[in-house]
């Protein structure tokens, strides 16, 4: 009770009172290079993704001779459906140096599948399932490309890349 009173006298003081200002959102724009996430990453994080048979497959076994090329996208998203061309473009030129994957998040393994070889992409596409290795990197937009080292180091991460990108990159 006693609580209650004193509480009531603060809200009622006109002195205490706080002037707050929203900022309006809509007063804000980004720009695309804000959008790419987290780029703090350092090592391939350790997760475990599935091939298109479902089998268990570890981000550690996709190491080894050569540096990565990892690109997360699904089919609803019109920026990856835009760039899957390019990296079958950019596959056919590094391809035998680099080893380009796929990290699809949402898509059956039929669509995933289908939507990536209509665009021309013959590379090994997975399956995150759980989110593991998507929640692991920070996602939050969509597509993502990682540029990993032979040994697992993280070079870049970046947003929508086009063929131009991948070769700087590369």
Same mark, same amino acid.
């Given at each position: 009770? !006693?609580?209650?009173?004193?509480? &009531?006298?603060? =809200?009622?003081?006109?002195?205490?009172?706080?002037?707050?200002? @929203?900022?309006? %959102?809509?007063?804000? %724009?980004?720009?695309?290079?804000?959008?790419?996430?987290? +780029?703090?990453?350092?090592?391939?994080?350790?997760?475990?993704? &599935?091939?298109?048979?479902?089998?268990? =497959?570890?981000?550690?076994?996709? @190491?080894?001779?050569?540096?990565?090329? *990892?690109?997360?996208?699904? %089919? %609803?998203?019109?920026?990856?459906?835009? +760039? @899957?061309?390019?990296?079958?473009?950019?596959?056919? #030129?590094?391809?035998?140096?680099?080893?380009?994957?796929?990290?699809?998040?949402?898509? &059956?393994?039929?669509?995933? #599948?289908?939507?990536?070889? +209509?665009?021309? =992409?013959?590379? +090994?596409?997975?399956?995150?399932?759980?989110?593991? @290795?998507?929640?692991?990197?920070?996602?939050?937009?969509?597509?993502?490309?990682?540029?990993?080292?032979?040994?697992?180091?993280?070079?870049?991460?970046?947003?929508? *890349?086009?063929?131009?990108?991948?070769?700087?990159? !590369?």
């Amino acid at each position: 009770l !006693i609580g209650g009173y004193v509480w &009531s006298q603060t =809200v009622a003081d006109d002195d205490a009172a706080v002037d707050a200002v @929203l900022e309006d %959102s809509q007063d804000r %724009s980004m720009e695309p290079d804000e959008l790419i996430p987290n +780029e703090e990453v350092d090592l391939l994080p350790e997760a475990v993704i &599935s091939d298109r048979d479902g089998n268990d =497959v570890t981000t550690a076994s996709l @190491l080894g001779d050569q540096p990565l090329v *990892v690109n997360f996208w699904f %089919s %609803s998203c019109p920026p990856c459906a835009a +760039e @899957l061309p390019e990296f079958a473009i950019a596959h056919d #030129e590094f391809g035998d140096d680099v080893r380009f994957i796929g990290v699809n998040t949402i898509d &059956s393994v039929p669509v995933m #599948e289908r939507f990536s070889e +209509e665009r021309g =992409v013959t590379y +090994e596409q997975f399956r995150d399932d759980l989110a593991e @290795l998507t929640d692991a990197i920070e996602a939050t937009n969509f597509p993502i490309t990682l540029f990993v080292t032979s040994d697992g180091t993280v070079v870049e991460q970046a947003g929508v *890349v086009d063929a131009d990108d991948l070769r700087d990159a !590369i």
